[in-house]
Nanobody, 127 residues
Framework: QVRLVESGGGLVQAGASLRLSCAASGRTVRGYAMGWFRQAPGKEREFVAARSWSGGSTYYADSAKGRFTISRDNAKNTVYLQMHSLKPEDTAVYYC????????????????????WGQGTQVTVSS
């Protein structure tokens, strides 16, 4: 079993920055891809960003490109989502997820590929 714990969410004004963190613990936690997803009230969960274990593959949703950066520290089993120029439409619960069934150089963008999920952290952006 793997446990994922997100942190770093909060209430910010439009244009601000936030950095989300997700720490993994449990079974041998290596070789997995990590993704960030979000779900706004009344909307379906959507992909935000993903990064392979090696860091060689990184993907972003169009809404995140140029503003968000996913990074990871494998020694700490932690993945980050640095968010800049936040907009009210970024308001959502943000979830991290781990995919153990992908090669170390790969990452996937659809939620059903991921094996483990965190509990989520709320990000609220006021206008």
């Amino acid at each position: 079993q793997v446990r994922l714990v997100e942190s770093g969410g909060g209430l910010v004004q439009a244009g601000a920055s936030l950095r989300l963190s997700c720490a993994a613990s449990g079974r041998t936690v290596r070789g997995y891809a990590m993704g960030w997803f979000r779900q706004a009230p009344g909307k379906e969960r959507e992909f935000v960003a993903a990064r392979s274990w090696s860091g060689g593959s990184t993907y972003y949703a169009d809404s995140a490109k140029g503003r968000f950066t996913i990074s990871r520290d494998n020694a700490k089993n932690t993945v980050y989502l640095q968010m800049h120029s936040l907009k009210p439409e970024d308001t959502a619960v943000y979830y991290c997820a781990a995919d153990f069934r992908v090669p170390v150089n790969s990452a996937r963008v659809y939620g059903s590929a991921y094996d483990y999920w965190g509990q989520g952290t709320q990000v609220t952006v006021s206008s």
